[in-house]
């Protein structure tokens, strides 16, 4: 079953003296959490009443999160998304959702999606089944993904399995 929330970031840190707090996002694009009109910790719903970028962060005021003391209660706490807040383009999924697909090369199950890296390039998928794989997660090398398939079908080559001798 599908968490209704997904992690997107943490809170670092504060900033300033009227309760914004520092994010250190977990998305692709950090600026995609700027589109969000509320978050969630440890259940309870905090509307945004600004956000902005600074460098890799985001720098978030929560309302009911009004001075520095309020913030510092925050700090290192994991900031949520609602799923009902986005929409996913075609072929796109959430890595949350991914891991744990069985994972297809050939027609033949090789293993589970157990991770996905993020590299500068591109993602990688580690695969762990009878061996381990390191796949680049390009069009090359990856189907587009199906969400109702409930499998991640893949095109292998000489040297993505790790464990090879």
């Not at 075609?90 to 890595?95: D, K, L, N, P, Q």
Request: glycine share 8%.
């Amino acid at each position: 079953m599908k968490d209704n929330f997904l992690p997107t970031g943490q809170i670092v840190n504060t900033h300033g003296l009227r309760g914004d707090v520092k994010v250190m996002p977990w998305a692709d694009d950090p600026d995609d959490l700027l589109d969000f009109d509320r978050f969630f910790i440890d259940g309870k719903e905090y509307a945004v009443q600004h956000s902005s970028r600074q460098k890799s962060m985001i720098l978030l005021k929560l309302k009911g999160v009004d001075s520095i003391d309020d913030a510092m209660k925050l700090r290192n706490k994991e900031l949520m998304i609602c799923r009902d807040d986005i929409e996913l383009e075609e072929g796109v999924m959430f890595i949350a959702d991914m891991i744990g697909l069985p994972v297809e090369a050939d027609g033949v199950v090789i293993g589970k999606l157990t991770d996905v890296l993020t590299m500068p390039g591109n993602d990688v998928y580690v695969v762990k089944g009878e061996h381990e794989y390191m796949i680049p997660a390009v069009q090359e090398y990856v189907e587009p993904l199906n969400a109702g398939d409930g499998v991640i079908r893949v095109h292998l080559i000489e040297g993505m399995q790790t464990d090879a001798d």
